[in-house]
């Protein structure tokens, strides 16, 4: 076990004690920890056991271990990796985890800045709770995290979340862009999700719940082309929420709901919503994250001329071709 992955844990057990009121020797907390990891026991249980071993030997009450250790940071100082710290912030988006052993993942952020968080499947059912977007919560003792030089923090079985009354403001960095809708992307229009941990269902399964009814929500992913000169031009993947679909296609959810009902077929809505975006010329402001822009605001630009549209359409085709 390499020291890097060890010391945050033996500081977080000795901040612990500390706090109510024990100080123990971390050469102890070391010496334990070592035996287990020893015995192949793995890093965070270890640190578990060790935990109630010595909370028995010095009798600690279990109460005297709340608040949680880790110390308190706003999300934008975070930037060491393996660190255990305790963040609070506002879920301001959930998206499928691609494997089935993420319970949870998406976008958490404060008045400092914004990161990414992931619940494993694994902590989930310790951890008891099913974030929300737009939802305030407290993470106590979750891990930092640097992947491809960005940040995330993970929570983990030592982790403790709690959700918050109060709604935590949020501050992002909103960006404006203007281009072309070119595609609408799969996975747009009425969809299902999971009531318990909003997946998207996949033919009525959720891939942590499997069977489920499930709740309807709306959403639209576009691919723009980004009118900034560019060689080769770039194209921004798009994700806007039911919000911002009605405000821009006129389709509410409830309307979204009758429309595919009518139909017998979702495919109507997502259809309905590509005639209404596609090839039209927009200015949106929204969040630049990981390859994903969310959108805050959109707004058709006006003016543009159905020639300036059509050299558009031709000049994507060209470049699809090429
Ligand atoms: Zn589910």
């Known amino acids: 076990m390499n020291t890097s992955t060890i010391d945050p844990v ?10 109510a009121g024990i100080e123990i020797d971390r050469n102890k907390i070391r010496s334990n920890l070592d035996r287990l990891l020893g015995y192949k026991v793995p890093l965070n249980e270890a640190s578990r056991t060790v935990v109630t071993m ?15 250790s ?20 506002k879920v301001l988006q959930l998206w499928e985890p691609k494997s089935d052993s ?11 800045g914004v990161l990414r968080l992931t619940i494993f499947a694994k902590s989930a059912e310790k951890l ?20 491809q030089g960005q940040i995330s923090v993970k929570a983990n079985s030592n982790s403790e979340i709690i ?5 935590i403001e949020v501050k992002r960095q909103s960006v404006t862009v203007t281009g072309i809708i070119t595609e609408v992307s799969a996975g747009s229009g009425l969809i299902k999700r999971c009531s318990e941990c909003k997946r998207k269902l996949t033919k009525g399964n959720c891939a942590e719940h499997g069977r489920v009814e499930g709740v309807y929500d709306l959403r639209l992913k576009a691919v723009l082309q980004d009118s900034r000169q ?6 921004i993947d798009l994700i806007m929420n039911a919000a911002i679909v009605e405000k ?30 596609i090839f039209r010329y927009y200015r949106i402001s929204g969040t630049q994250l990981s390859s994903n822009f969310l959108v805050d605001e959109i707004v058709p630009v006006v003016g543009i001329t159905r020639q300036m549209a059509t050299d558009a359409k031709n000049l994507v085709s060209s470049i699809e071709v090429s």
């Open 10 to 19: 033996i500081e977080d057990i000795y901040s612990r004690f500390k706090t």
């Open 54 to 68: 010595l909370r028995k030997e010095y009798n600690v009450p279990f109460d005297a271990f709340k608040p949680g």
């Open 70 to 89: 880790a110390g308190f940071v706003p999300i934008a100082s975070l930037k060491e990796d393996n660190k255990w710290v305790t963040i609070r912030g």
């Open 102 to 112: 993420i319970s949870q993942t998406g976008l958490i952020g404060d008045d400092s």
């Open 128 to 147: 008891d709770v099913i974030l929300e977007e737009g939802e305030s919560y407290e993470l106590r003792n979750v891990v930092s995290s640097i992947w």
């Open 163 to 167: 959700m918050l009354d109060t709604d």
């Open 230 to 235: 560019a060689n080769p031009p770039q194209t």
């Open 248 to 277: 821009l296609t006129g389709i509410s959810l409830p309307r979204a709901i009758e429309l595919a009902t009518e139909a017998l077929d979702t495919a109507v809505v997502s259809d309905m919503i590509a005639e209404n975006v």
